[in-house]
Nanobody, 122 residues
Framework: QLQLVESGGGLVQPGGSLRLSCAAA????????IGWFRQAPGKERERVSC????????YYVDSVKGRFTISRDNAKNTVYLQMNSLKLDDTAIYYC???????????????WGQGTQVTVSS
């Protein structure tokens, strides 16, 4: 099982920013597509963003387009999710996960981190 560790969550006011990090232990993230998912209480898990291996194509759910940016730093073996202009509805636990290729479906992602809580509140 590949080990992923998310960090960077916290409490932020509406309109604020956070940067989430997804780090890998014992393997190279560059070899995988990496997805960021979130799950709020009482809601289904949704894929927020994904970055492919190789071509580096990125994907975003409509609700975060223009506000969130996914990126890789291969030297640090880390994938980031920069979140700007945060809204109350962005409150959730955020997870990163690996896949062979970006897919909208969480079932296509194999290894998952433990998650990091993001709370947007005034």
């Amino acid at each position: 099982q590949l080990q992923l560790v998310e960090s960077g969550g916290g409490l932020v006011q509406p309109g604020g920013s956070l940067r989430l990090s997804c780090a890998a232990a014992g393997f190279t993230l560059e070899a995988y597509a990496i997805g960021w998912f979130r799950q709020a209480p009482g809601k289904e898990r949704e894929r927020v963003s994904c970055i492919n291996r190789g071509d580096g194509n990125t994907y975003y759910v409509d609700s975060v387009k223009g506000r969130f940016t996914i990126s890789r730093d291969n030297a640090k073996n880390t994938v980031y999710l920069q979140m700007n202009s945060l809204k109350l509805d962005d409150t959730a636990i955020y997870y990163c996960a690996t896949a062979a290729i970006c897919s909208p479906w969480s079932a296509h992602f194999g290894s998952w981190g433990q998650g990091t809580q993001v709370t947007v509140s005034s």
